[in-house]
């Protein structure tokens, strides 16, 4: 051990009584939870991200242990960022990120109207381009 780790140790020895005790108060609760708050965030990301959620969702996303995952959900519910599952245990995001599917099927439908109009345009200003045919009908 040199000289300036030797000083550092009795520096943080020093000052190791005037440190809170909220992080090991914190660690005990979420020792009881199965999950850390960071964990949570990426559960209420993951529920708002795909607008749904579930335990078996969390459980393979997150890795989470079944009873964790089953206590994450219900805090979600709690804090009213998930609304009451459904009988598949599906629960959905109160507020998604992103309502997307109306979004995308209207641009598509603006996309398909727009492919329209212009392969009709093309017919028109190249329909005397086509060979005659001396085929009787």
Known sequence: ???????????????????????????????????TPYMYGLGAHLART??????????????????????????????????????AGLATAAQPYMRAAPAINSALATAEKSARRMARKWVETHHDDRPETDQES
């Open 1 to 35: 051990m040199n000289r300036r780790d030797f000083t550092k140790s009795l520096a943080a020895l020093g000052l190791a009584p005037a440190l809170p005790a909220m992080p090991v108060a914190a660690s005990a609760s979420t020792a009881a939870s199965g999950f």
């Open 50 to 87: 795909h607008g749904q959620c579930s335990p078996a969702i969390l459980m393979q996303k997150l890795r989470l242990a079944p009873d964790a995952a089953q206590a994450m959900q219900a805090q979600l519910m709690r804090n009213g960022i998930l609304t009451a599952s459904n009988t």
